[in-house]
């Protein structure tokens, strides 16, 4: 019976794999290291955000906790940042099971 079952999931995951790329390829151009770097970059910039947001915070607070508003405020910032990166773990994935094709230099 294991050998039924791995290879269901074999298939299952060809299947998988040419199902999504037939989907996301057509949608996203060739991706490139130069293409990537301002999303890198949009990454970086919300991840520092949410950083100094804190860091000014604990500065205003002086030890004590903040307010409602401040933590409001500091949420936005983690929210960003969190989907931000969520989307660029789900690019990576998509690179990595060949989803989407990708270059090495730009053409």
Known sequence: MAIDNN??????EKQRR????SIINPAIPELSLE???PLLTMVAQARKNYLCCL???AKVCQGKAPD????AT????????DELVSAVNALETAIQRDYL??????R
């Open 7 to 12: 290879r269901l999931l074999l298939e299952l």
């Open 18 to 21: 040419e199902i999504n790329r």
């Open 35 to 37: 293409e990537l770097n």
């Open 55 to 57: 860091a000014d915070m």
């Open 68 to 71: 409602s508003r401040q933590v």
């Open 74 to 81: 500091l949420r936005g910032f983690r929210e960003t940042y």
């Open 101 to 106: 094709d990708v270059r090495t230099s730009r």
